[in-house]
């Protein structure tokens, strides 16, 4: 800990988390970390609360010079302003800059995870010798953020980043999303666990350890268990990891190829499938890049807390007037 | 004709043509401007002596402050060499823009010609209101150039833009880079010019118009030929030219979601295919883009010389020290 500097609060509302930590300008790792499970079924009213709570424990009486805030859903930087959870209803249009601000009495920058991660391991993970570099989230759904030229680049409409998205298979699965073939319907562990599910209703013999391992309790899939399987030599899960990885591939590789980062950092669940895995989704983007293409595809360093080390860079940048970041 | 201010060279090595032009600082237009066709078999040496006349034609006796070129094939914008020409041998790895300073005594810029072309016309044409774009050319390859905060995107291994070959289709028709179903593969003049030939020798029926437009010489099939029969009807022609404005709109759809740049300029001869293609690109486009990614997809203003006014950018940089474009 080191009382010398200004003190910076970094904050995270994950999809099923919160997260409050202090850190001290110049200092290194947290002046104080608390954690707590966001309730099943909350309001944005719950959550709200919950965050105070955790903020006032971690500031312990002291003044913020600057609030970040990485937020689990989309929110405009620009304006401060959450658009929606996915998770929580009532945070629709939250202004909610400026709601910390008014409590806080301190300066707030907010962001979206995906971008909060990607500037959270530019400066303290996996990139932090780059000036460049996407990261990517695979979890239960497929995000990207963006740092380019050492600043996060959020795009005109502020929403660059949308991997999950890219179309790399028109012939492939319908998405929830309305088209075919996303990355995020291919790659994402809850498509891989649906589209397990629904072989093993059609052949309970396509997949024998999956149906094993399940004890016939296809609820019970996820993308762990198809990844689990996968590595354990199920046909059935390692089609479908394989599928996932491949989506992936191409469009990390197309990625490369239109932006040239030099660096792609993954992280998320499903990254944690092994070797089998990373060894696709690599050999996928070599095919992919064109010759002249170089970039490296390389695992996060900072796990979960990756959106919340971004927050701390929002937060300092917030203090300093919040031209950059 | 402005005399008060810097004089800069703009010289672009086209694939088949030659440019050089000076420009006023502040002047508007060209102050001089020559044209020459790059002889077809010639050689590196043969370009060379060709643009030196054309530069001295232009100077007219007068020193430039500033040189900028736009190069059409891969150039090392930091360390201002050619990597090769597709067009023209003996380019490989020539240190173009020390040769220019040695030989004018001028300090110089070279780019490849999407950057230079992205540039151009972020600054002089039709994305002159806009800080970020990017810059598609659709001709016989589809390349790309990005301009990001009002400077020229070029990514970490300076190869940026290369959307051309984005895999869209996976089960898609092989292209020479070794991918199937990249956009250039299905979207550009020559590829469904080839394609129309195939169908047309599997099956002289397949293309009424085609074969009656090329005179029953196949080798007469070029894309615009493709174009001129889909608008007739023809329906050859006219599947292949919606598969290849759909593979276009496939891969920048995908470009915005991912970089979300608000304006895509679209330059090059095939996108001079008429309303057909043009509504069949931007319904494409609108079908992948997700709903919060707003881009607007318009053609390029500066035509042939969109190279050229980035070159000019270039070489008024490069006067000024290069920090900056």
């Given at each position: 800990m080191?009382?010398?500097?200004?003190?910076?609060l970094?904050?995270?509302?994950?999809?099923?988390?919160?997260?409050?930590?202090t850190?001290?300008a110049?200092?290194?790792?947290?002046?104080?970390?608390?954690?707590?499970?966001s309730?099943?079924?909350?309001?944005?009213?719950?959550d709200?609360?919950l965050?105070?709570?955790?903020?006032?424990?971690?500031?312990a009486?002291?003044?913020a010079a600057?609030?970040g805030?990485s937020?689990g859903?989309?929110?405009?930087?620009?304006r401060?302003?959450?658009?929606?959870?996915?998770?929580?209803?009532?945070?629709?249009?939250m202004?909610?800059?400026?709601?910390l601000?008014?409590?806080?009495a301190?300066p707030?920058?907010?962001?979206?995870?995906?971008?909060a991660?990607?500037?959270?391991?530019?400066?303290?993970?996996?990139?932090?010798?780059?000036?460049?570099?996407?990261?990517?989230t695979v979890?239960t759904?497929?995000?990207?953020g963006?740092?380019?030229?050492?600043?996060?680049?959020?795009?005109?409409?502020?929403?660059?980043g949308?991997?999950?998205?890219?179309?790399v298979?028109?012939d492939?699965?319908?998405?929830?999303?309305?088209?075919?073939g996303?990355?995020?319907?291919?790659?994402?562990?809850?498509?891989?666990?649906?589209?397990?599910?629904a072989?093993?209703?059609a052949?309970?013999?396509a997949g024998?350890?999956?149906?094993?391992?399940s004890?016939?309790?296809?609820?019970?899939?996820?993308?762990?268990?198809v990844?689990?399987?996968?590595a354990?030599?199920?046909p059935?899960?390692?089609?479908?990891?394989?599928?996932?990885?491949?989506?992936?591939?191409?469009?990390?590789?197309?990625?490369?190829?239109?932006?040239?980062p030099?660096?792609?950092?993954?992280?998320?669940?499903?990254?944690?499938?092994g070797?089998l895995?990373?060894?696709?989704?690599?050999?996928?983007?070599r095919?992919?890049?064109?010759?002249?293409?170089?970039?490296?595809?390389?695992p996060?360093?900072?796990?979960d807390d990756?959106?919340l080390?971004g927050?701390a860079?929002?937060a300092?940048?917030?203090?300093?007037?919040?031209?950059?970041v």
């Amino acid at each position: 800990m080191n009382g010398s500097g200004a003190l910076y609060l970094a904050l995270d509302f994950g999809g099923t988390k919160l997260t409050a930590a202090t850190r001290f300008a110049g200092g290194s790792g947290w002046a104080a970390h608390a954690r707590q499970v966001s309730p099943a079924g909350g309001r944005m009213a719950d959550d709200w609360g919950l965050m105070v709570a955790l903020a006032d424990e971690v500031l312990a009486g002291r003044k913020a010079a600057g609030i970040g805030v990485s937020f689990g859903g989309p929110a405009d930087f620009q304006r401060g302003i959450v658009l929606l959870s996915h998770h929580v209803p009532g945070w629709e249009q939250m202004p909610l800059a400026a709601r910390l601000t008014a409590r806080y009495a301190a300066p707030t920058l907010i962001d979206n995870d995906a971008n909060a991660a990607a500037l959270g391991e530019q400066r303290y993970g996996a990139g932090s010798a780059r000036e460049h570099l996407l990261f990517v989230t695979v979890s239960t759904g497929v995000g990207g953020g963006w740092v380019l030229n050492g600043q996060p680049w959020r795009g005109s409409s502020g929403v660059a980043g949308e991997i999950g998205h890219m179309v790399v298979d028109p012939d492939g699965p319908r998405c929830l999303c309305g088209k075919n073939g996303c990355v995020e319907r291919l790659a994402s562990g809850p498509y891989m666990a649906a589209d397990a599910v629904a072989a093993l209703v059609a052949a309970p013999g396509a997949g024998p350890l999956l149906w094993e391992k399940s004890a016939a309790d296809l609820t019970r899939i996820d993308g762990r268990l198809v990844a689990a399987c996968a590595a354990a030599g199920d046909p059935l899960a390692r089609r479908l990891l394989l599928r996932g990885a491949r989506a992936l591939g191409v469009g990390l590789g197309n990625a490369a190829n239109l932006v040239d980062p030099g660096l792609i950092l993954l992280g998320g669940g499903v990254t944690k499938a092994g070797p089998l895995w990373w060894d696709t989704v690599r050999a996928t983007v070599r095919d992919i890049i064109l010759p002249e293409v170089q970039v490296a595809i390389e695992p996060a360093a900072l796990g979960d807390d990756a959106p919340l080390w971004g927050a701390a860079v929002l937060a300092a940048a917030a203090a300093d007037g919040g031209r950059r970041v």
